[in-house]
């Protein structure tokens, strides 16, 4: 990656944020949509992608391997696929940038084809584990070799055809789940993924949408077992990406902390595998009115309107952590201005994101003056009962876009101004975040 000059930014007390926004495509989808669509055979339409740098890296490595994938001027996207089996070897390695989520779906894609392929990134993504996703492929057959630790650089000898077998994910992971089951696509057999804690579940949506035999059973103690039937034909779709309930959250939490505020945002995704982040600001006594639900290409939708609410502490029950894993940053914003203590267990996978959630948020929290104590798995937040923070610091945002948001947020609910080290990495998934703000300021 080439360097860049840092984007500072500081955030200030806030008038009422009113209006009403539309929010970017969810990212998990827009990833998933342009992975299948480039292995379906023929045109697939999507509308609604989320137009960040990390989606575009995937559109960028799909292209590097054959896919035809044009963006109309309608903000509609045209992807003509090679088919499972097609993809071709690229001639450079793949550049992921900051994107976790396809560097891990990648592999398992390149995982069973016979190419073999480098996967190259930024700074943050080079520091963060692979070894999940490397063990099930390595498995399966395909040769990886990566840098010390399982970092990137890494390069992915895929195997055609590749080996079938049942996994049980060691820890709740959708991304390890979707790349052994993008493995098992081009698989003689049947690839199994057993589920012991449900997670998102927008690849199976997906498989299916697409015409994957992919079939789920679910054992009287919750675990899921996930079969893919390998050597599929998928066939192309028209897709209408629902906008994200991560990307969603930094909104839903300003107008709750925020006097005066009443905002509406359109057309969320509220998958229950990615919705537990209304729940718990519900459960804290946050006024959130889902109007008009729907379902869009097989994902619940919709209209959310949040109000101004005097937020109460709680205990976060650790099981609904895998349906609000991204949102905890934005979440501990909440609590911080929330009155009493709010206590968070069973957060191990946040020490290995685009940075250490749990650390950079307790170390930037208590420089804006709130009171936390941070634990091996988790944050306990004393709350201000609504009362500003102090702010005025400058906060390290270590690359990491949710970090850089949060702390954004928190900075509308302070005496003295939050400064953020540099949002560039906001492009990674919500490009327009700073207008739309502007927007509900206005």
């Not at 016979?114 to 584990?129: C, H, N, Q």
């Not at 893919?228 to 939490?253: C, H, M, N, Y």
């Not at 008009?292 to 101004?308: F, K, N, T, Y």
């Amino acid at each position: 990656m080439t360097d860049r000059t840092a984007t500072p930014r500081s955030f200030a007390a806030s008038v009422p944020l009113n209006g009403r926004i539309a929010i970017p495509g969810d990212k998990s989808i827009s990833h998933r949509s342009l992975m299948l669509a480039a292995l379906a055979v023929g045109e697939s339409r999507v509308t609604g992608l989320l137009e960040g740098h990390d989606v575009l890296a995937t559109a960028a490595a799909m292209r590097a391997m054959g896919a035809t994938i044009e963006r109309r001027d309608v903000g509609e996207w045209r992807i003509h696929g090679v088919g499972v089996g097609g993809l071709l070897q690229p001639r450079a390695a793949l550049d992921m940038g900051n994107s976790g989520t396809s560097t891990r779906l990648l592999m398992g894609l390149v995982a069973s084809h016979p190419i073999t392929t480098t996967f190259v990134g930024d700074a943050s993504l080079s520091g963060r584990p692979m070894g999940r996703v490397i063990d099930p492929l390595a498995q399966m057959g395909a040769d990886i070799t990566s840098s010390p630790g399982g970092r990137l650089p890494l390069m992915v000898r895929g195997l055609a055809p590749a080996i079938p077998l049942a996994y049980r994910l060691p820890v709740a992971s959708a991304q390890v789940k979707s790349a052994v089951l993008l493995a098992g696509l081009n698989t003689p057999g049947i690839t199994e993924v057993i589920e012991p804690v449900p997670t998102r579940d927008h690849s199976e949506r997906m498989l299916r949408g697409f015409g994957a035999d992919l079939a789920v059973e679910t054992d009287a103690d919750g675990t899921r077992h996930i079969r893919i039937a390998g050597e599929a034909e998928l066939k192309p779709q028209t897709i209408i990406v629902p906008g994200d309930p991560s990307s969603a959250a930094f909104f839903i939490v300003a107008a709750l902390i925020v006097p005066g505020s009443d905002v509406t945002i359109t057309h969320v995704g509220l998958n229950p595998t990615r919705a537990g982040l209304i729940e718990v600001l519900r459960q804290m006594g946050g006024d959130i009115e889902l109007i008009d639900p729907r379902e869009v290409g097989g994902e619940p939708v919709a209209d959310l309107r949040v109000r101004h609410s005097a937020l109460t502490g709680i205990d976060v029950d650790p099981a609904v952590a895998p349906s609000m894993i991204d949102e905890f940053p934005i979440l501990f914003v909440a609590a911080a201005l929330a009155e009493g203590r709010t206590v968070t267990k069973g957060l191990d996978e946040l020490r290995v994101k685009e940075s250490d959630r749990l650390a950079v948020m307790a170390t930037g929290l208590t420089a804006i003056g709130a009171r936390v104590t941070e634990s091996e798995d988790g944050l306990v937040i004393d709350g201000t009962g609504g009362d500003p923070l102090p702010g005025g610091a400058t906060i390290a945002g270590h690359l990491d876009h949710r970090i850089c948001m949060s702390f954004a947020i928190a900075g509308l609910v302070t005496r003295s101004p939050v400064t953020i080290d540099d949002m560039a990495p906001v492009a990674t998934s919500f490009p327009n975040f700073e207008a739309l703000l502007g927007e509900l300021q206005s």
